[in-house]
T-cell receptor, first 118, second 114 residues
Framework: ETGVTQSPTHLIKTRGQQVTLRCSSQ?????VSWYQQALGQGPQFIFQ???????GRGNFPPRFSGLQFPNYSSELNVNALELDDSALYLC?????????????????FGPGTRLTVL | DAKTTQPPSMDCAEGRAANLPCNHS???????VYWYRQIHSQGPQYIIH???NNETNEMASLIITEDRKSSTLILPHATLRDTAVYYC???????????????FGDGTTLTVKP
């Protein structure tokens, strides 16, 4: 069973640019969530994808968007980067608890992508 | 959304029990309490979760008050490798749509000392 993987590990962009971050969910997990973690703070929920559609969103502007693919992997896209977008971006996968009896919905996190916006 | 409040930092002697408190006074009936820890800005690691009953696994125990407004994570024999930021979060998943959301606070930095 493979864990959650994210790429790239580090990224440097300049203000105004666009960035795409990628996540592969843990084997068999069909739900992916994205979080932003600024230095010294807890992760903040961006959105969740399930069945290739966004089905939950935190307090983030529309320039934060995402995709989920049939193999459950996901992308986070951020347009018009701002300096405050510098953060660790975390992906977490989980399994729909309705999938089978006894399944609970704890999330398993990837190692994150460190984005620096200059 | 329910919020959690944790002390910013705590110390614990190696080999002793570490008791980490969390307040979630606005928790609603369908929200679970989860605990994660994060070491050196790696991804958070799942520890334990519960709804209203106390829970125990190989890593820790979770004590939830009867009114569910607070909880305590217990690491029974802390080691130096348990030094990390510990997050108490509330999480709800809509049983109809699978829509889920986890609300993190700023966590407690636990330092285990020799």
């Amino acid at each position: 069973e493979t864990g959650v993987t994210q790429s790239p590990t580090h990224l440097i962009k300049t203000r105004g640019q666009q960035v795409t971050l990628r996540c592969s969910s843990q084997s068999g997990h069909n739900t992916v969530s994205w979080y932003q973690q600024a230095l010294g703070q807890g992760p903040q929920f961006i959105f969740q994808y399930y069945r290739e559609e966004e089905n939950g969103r935190g307090n983030f502007p529309p320039r934060f968007s995402g995709l989920q693919f049939p193999n459950y992997s996901s992308e986070l896209n951020v347009n018009a980067l701002e300096l405050d977008d510098s953060a660790l971006y975390l992906c977490a996968s989980s399994l729909d608890p309705r999938a089978r009896a006894g399944v609970t919905n704890e999330q398993f996190f990837g190692p994150g992508t460190r984005l620096t916006v200059l | 959304d329910a919020k959690t409040t944790q002390p910013p930092s705590m110390d614990c002697a190696e080999g002793r029990a570490a008791n980490l408190p969390c307040n979630h006074s606005t928790i609603s009936g369908n929200e679970y309490v989860y605990w994660y820890r994060q070491i050196h800005s790696q991804g958070p690691q799942y520890i334990i979760h519960g709804l209203k009953n106390n829970e125990t696994n190989e890593m820790a125990s979770l004590i939830i008050t009867e009114d569910r407004k607070s909880s305590t994570l217990i690491l029974p024999h802390a080691t130096l490798r348990d030094t990390a930021v510990y997050y108490c979060i509330v999480r709800v998943v809509d049983p109809w749509t699978n829509a889920g959301k986890s609300t993190f606070g700023d966590g407690t930095t636990l330092t285990v000392k020799p």
